[in-house]
């Protein structure tokens, strides 16, 4: 089996103005960010929802957040692991 590296520096501008919004989020409210916040926030900026849907993949992928569903509240949040 072939090992496959990804650059992790490697960012583009959606995924960076994702992982700002997440920044924020995270320094204002303390909490893990809810994903509807993050695509609304994006909407608001021009961004359409499955284009901040694979920016926030890109990122999980990467290693800067991670996924986490709350069953009880049918909801998906997002925790920052790194910064950019």
Known sequence: MKTTYINLTELSKLQKEV???V????????TPVPRKEIVKHMESKGTKWPSTVDALNA???KGYIRRTYASYQNKTYYVQLRTI
């Open 19 to 21: 992982m700002n919004f």
């Open 23 to 30: 920044s924020y989020w995270v320094k204002t409210e303390k």
């Open 59 to 61: 990122l999980l992928k």
